[in-house]
């Protein structure tokens, strides 16, 4: 099995940062891409910003300059740092993986819990 563990998440004023973490663990054999999604009150949920196995990032255009998306593949984690905080930014955060298991050759899509963030004016 496979799960995605995210922390990080919290209160923070306008203006503020945060970082996000999210370690995925179990029976991995590799993981090609690892992202951050975000859904706000009321609406569909968001790509924010995903990074290959090559390091190759994507970003939504609402966090693009603001937000930096990192891992570190040796622990199998990914990082969401979020400068300039606004309270647009308010949603829970759901870490993202595709991945392949040793006992299985197809790539799977694994979802973490889900973290809050909330910005306050």
């Known amino acids: 099995q496979v799960q995605l563990v995210e922390s990080g998440g919290g209160l923070v004023q306008a203006g503020g940062s945060l970082r996000l973490s999210c370690a995925a663990s179990g029976s991995i054999f590799s993981i090609n891409v690892m992202g951050w999604y975000r859904q706000a009150p009321g609406k569909q949920r968001e790509l924010v910003a995903t990074?290959?196995?090559?390091?190759?990032?994507n970003y939504a255009d609402s966090v693009e300059g603001r937000f930096t998306i990192s891992r570190d593949s040796a622990k199998n984690t990914v990082y969401l740092q979020m400068n300039s905080l606004n309270s647009e930014d308010t949603a829970v955060y759901y870490c993202n993986a595709v991945l392949r298991q040793y006992w299985n050759d197809r790539l799977s899509d694994y979802w973490g819990q889900g973290t809050q963030v909330a910005v306050s004016s």
């Open positions: 990074i290959t196995s090559g390091g190759s990032t």
